[in-house]
């Protein structure tokens, strides 16, 4: 269950930054909050369902490496978060309409390959679903909100912290897996 806490978080933070810049760029009123917390929500969800179900599939076929698989996936993941890319492009306009529906797409690509390592986690996947979905939910509206207060001077630090969080859950999943743990 933290486990599954943890990658939530995670993947939750590219969307909050975006939210956090969307918040301190543009001041969206609050049914537009609303709107961006309800698309990074869902996306977030959708996406890691959807690796989830490809890696179920392909679980069978990568059994016996599916603990570096995971490791590798997250870790690139949490790098390219490091790096802070995402939110870049997001957050240079207004999210409405379309543009939202984009930007809910292009902040969780990262859950559909998260979503991948969901068989090689001890809890169960659809709770780790519905999880990521609240936890974006909640920090995306969040993130609006705070915006409005403090400017987005914050995104950054949030997908880094993010970052350092996949890196994290992919060693513990290879450590566990190796039988380091």
């Known amino acids: 269950m933290i486990?599954?806490?943890?990658?939530a978080f995670a993947l939750a933070m590219d969307a909050f930054a975006v939210?956090?810049?969307?918040?301190?760029?543009?001041?969206?009123?609050?049914?537009?909050?609303?709107?961006?917390?309800?698309?990074?929500?869902?996306?977030?969800a959708l996406m890691p369902l959807a690796g989830w179900v490809i890696g179920a599939v392909a679980l069978i076929y990568v059994e016996a490496v599916d603990h570096w698989v995971a490791f590798g996936l997250l870790a690139f993941l949490g790098v390219r978060m490091l790096g802070g890319h995402v939110g870049d492009e997001e957050g240079t306009r207004a999210l409405t309409g379309r543009t939202l529906l984009l930007a809910g797409v292009a902040t969780s690509i990262d859950a559909l390959a998260a979503g991948i390592t969901l068989p090689t986690l001890s809890v169960a996947p659809?709770?780790?679903?519905v999880l990521i979905g609240?936890?974006?939910?909640?920090?995306?509206?969040?993130?609006?909100?705070?915006?409005?207060?403090a400017g987005d001077?914050?995104?950054?630090?949030?997908?880094?912290?993010?970052?350092?969080?996949?890196?994290?859950?992919?060693?513990?999943?290879?450590a566990e897996h190796s039988g380091w743990l």
């Open 153 to 174: 001077h914050l995104g950054q630090w949030a997908e880094r912290a993010g970052g350092v969080i996949l890196i994290g859950l992919g060693c513990k999943i290879l």
């Open 3 to 7: 486990a599954a806490l943890l990658l």
């Open 19 to 44: 939210a956090l810049t969307q918040g301190a760029r543009f001041r969206p009123s609050p049914r537009g909050g609303l709107a961006i917390a309800l698309t990074f929500g869902t996306f977030q």
């Open 134 to 149: 609240i936890v974006t939910f909640a920090m995306s509206g969040a993130g609006v909100l705070l915006g409005r207060v």
């Open 126 to 129: 659809l709770l780790a679903v």
